[in-house]
């Protein structure tokens, strides 16, 4: 079983990123023959390519999206990515697209495949903060789980693969309850892997 879990650089306002700081916590868990991590550019044009490079090369069985939602106050496994590109702030290149197809010709959304209501059952025995989310969003989060999903599809790849919105850290969002301990992210985030790696 081999597992890419890939997280994002800092953006906007946000001069750190949870799923940028998980990844170092993951890879002290997990062999590297199972587990491979990568932080990718919050870039619209250029957020797949890292991505479609390690799936040919590391073939995974799976493939774990992370990103950053200020607003939210649990761990978010999104349900569906939508054919659209629409930024209400830019990207880390200055790019702001509006009303614009992910990719041209293709299908309006994709679903994630990734077992979503039985990993939100197994954070929930742990008393992890989860929920399904059914909205990406129209960012680069968005953006890189409607490449990855339409990669696979169009290779024919039996690869599971989805979206993980994470709530800001406890440091990051002081006096308010839309944040969750680091070590509570990790958590969260292996339990899914072990789950992944049990299966296999």
Do not use: W
């Not at 409607?146 to 693969?161: N, R, W």
């Amino acid at each position: 079983m081999k597992i890419l879990v890939t997280g994002f650089e800092p953006f906007l306002s946000l001069t750190r990123n949870p799923s940028k700081e998980v990844l170092p916590m993951l890879e002290k868990e997990v062999n590297k023959e199972h587990l491979k991590t990568m932080v990718l550019p919050v870039v619209f044009d250029r957020v797949f390519d890292p991505v479609k490079e390690a799936i040919d090369d590391f073939k995974p069985d799976v493939v774990l999206h992370l990103g950053v939602a200020e607003s939210r106050d649990k761990i978010s496994l999104e349900r569906v990515a939508i054919n659209v590109k629409d930024a209400r702030g830019v990207d880390n290149m200055g790019n702001q697209p509006v009303d614009e197809p992910i990719l041209k010709d293709r299908a309006s959304a994709y679903f994630s495949t990734l077992p979503i209501r039985k990993l939100e059952g197994l954070l929930k025995d742990a008393s992890i903060p989860v929920e399904i989310s059914n909205s990406a969003g129209t960012y680069v989060c968005n953006n890189i789980m409607y490449h990855t999903l339409s990669y696979l599809e169009q290779q024919k790849l039996d690869v599971m693969a989805g979206f993980i919105h994470l709530p800001l850290m406890k440091d990051q969002n002081k006096g308010t309850n839309k944040s969750m301990e680091l070590r509570m992210i990790k958590e969260g985030i292996m339990r899914m892997i072990e789950y992944f790696l049990d299966e296999s």
